[in-house]
């Protein structure tokens, strides 16, 4: 199995920077995909950004430009640097990671932006 422990979640204003951190142990590949969803009040959790083993990365539409998502596979950890941040992007963000055929989820950090 694959623990993932979410950090950097916090309170910021409009157009502030946070940046998330996710540490993973366990069973946890460096070939494994990582990435990051978010689930704000009321709604369904959606996608946000994505980064493969070889460091490709794809994002939401709703954070293009204003966040960026890389990794450590040394220090097992996928990052999410949230730039130029609205209140629409107040949520909990849960970081997860799949080896194709399995996937496992951290428990969530709340971000919470006030206009």
């Known amino acids: 199995q694959v623990q993932l422990v979410e950090s950097g979640g916090g309170l910021v204003q409009t157009g502030g920077s946070l940046r998330l951190s996710c540490a993973a142990s366990g069973s946890f590949s460096s070939r494994d995909t990582m990435g990051w969803h978010r689930q704000a009040p009321g709604k369904q959790r959606e996608w946000v950004a994505t980064?493969?083993?070889?460091?490709?990365?794809n994002y939401a539409d709703s954070v293009k430009g204003r966040f960026t998502i890389s990794r450590d596979n040394a220090e097992r950890t996928v990052y999410l640097q949230m730039n130029n941040l609205k209140p629409e992007d107040t949520a909990v963000y849960y970081c997860?990671?799949?080896?194709?055929?399995?996937?496992?989820w951290g428990q969530g950090t709340q971000v919470t932006v006030s206009s």
């Open positions: 997860y990671r799949t080896d194709g055929v399995f996937s496992s």
């Open positions: 980064i493969t083993n070889v460091g490709n990365t």
